[in-house]
């Protein structure tokens, strides 16, 4: 049985990581390579770096900071923010990324996602899709750091992704980004009854019991969370103790 992963997610604001709910009210919280280098020694699977303003701001994503990552932390990382082009991936995965994740730009021109699993592989391109639940009970993927709501829905534009070459999906609830009042484990399996690609859950982390939720009900491959961790609240370590006491396979 593949082991479920531990994913720190630091969203990334010139440099620096922040912290917000549903994306706004944004606090510093650390320098993003010190944090990484934290994350990894404490027992971090991987890591996901997410420049949260550069699709918004119409900026390149973050070379230099790529680079310094790469040269400084030995676990697996994935970068997203701002890839409109093949040539961003490239610049990326260049400078020392393990993957990259497109999200608002995929929207806007899904050929995207084939471009780069063309060049490079399924195994380096992760689709992530921030989705929001309308009035109606539906899911719908937003762009531009969750600002704007699109008509993509949720099953079927992961459908899509997958068909376009996408090797893992990355699925923001945005209504339970940053509350810490857990994951929705329902849309989450429901999600996995609908791909056949790794699932990595994001939104709603506040304890062990909420990760380990969506690891078994949700039937994610992996959990990412950000609070928890950049506050001290539990270290890495301690979180994949209690995983493994509840019977779940986490790589110790």
Not at 5 to 25: A, E, H, M, S, Y
Not at 49 to 66: H, M, N, P, Q
Not at 127 to 145: F, L, M, N, P
Not at 175 to 188: A, E, I
Request: aromatic residues 6%.
């Amino acid at each position: 049985m593949v082991a479920k992963r531990i994913i720190p997610c630091l969203d990334v604001k010139d440099g620096r990581t922040v912290k917000g709910i549903n994306f706004k009210g944004l606090q510093d919280v650390g320098d993003a390579v010190e944090l990484g280098e934290l994350y990894a020694r404490s027992g971090a699977d991987e890591l996901v770096y997410l420049d949260i303003s550069a699709t918004r701001e119409g900026r390149g994503t973050f070379t230099k900071l790529v680079e310094r990552i790469s040269d400084r932390i030995n676990i697996p990382f994935t970068v997203g923010g701002g890839i409109s082009s093949l040539d961003d991936a490239a610049r990326l995965l260049d400078a020392g990324a393990d993957k990259i994740s497109v999200n608002s730009s995929a929207i806007a021109r899904p050929a995207l996602i084939d471009e780069i699993a063309g060049k490079y592989g399924s195994q380096f391109i992760v689709v992530a899709i921030d989705a929001k639940r309308s009035q109606d009970g539906i899911w719908y993927a937003t762009t531009h750091g969750g600002s704007r709501m699109t008509q993509k829905e949720l099953f079927s534009w992961a459908v899509e992704a997958q068909e376009r070459g996408a090797g893992e999906i990355l699925f923001t609830s945005m209504d339970h980004d940053g509350t810490r009042n857990g994951y929705p484990c329902g849309t989450f399996a429901e999600l996995a009854g609908k791909v056949s690609i790794p699932i990595i859950a994001s939104g709603g982390a506040g304890s062990p019991r909420d990760i380990a939720d969506v690891l078994t009900r949700g039937k994610a491959d992996a959990a990412l969370a950000a609070s928890i961790f950049h506050y001290g609240e539990i270290t890495i370590g301690e979180l994949k103790r209690q995983l493994h006491e509840m019977n779940i396979n986490v790589r110790l």
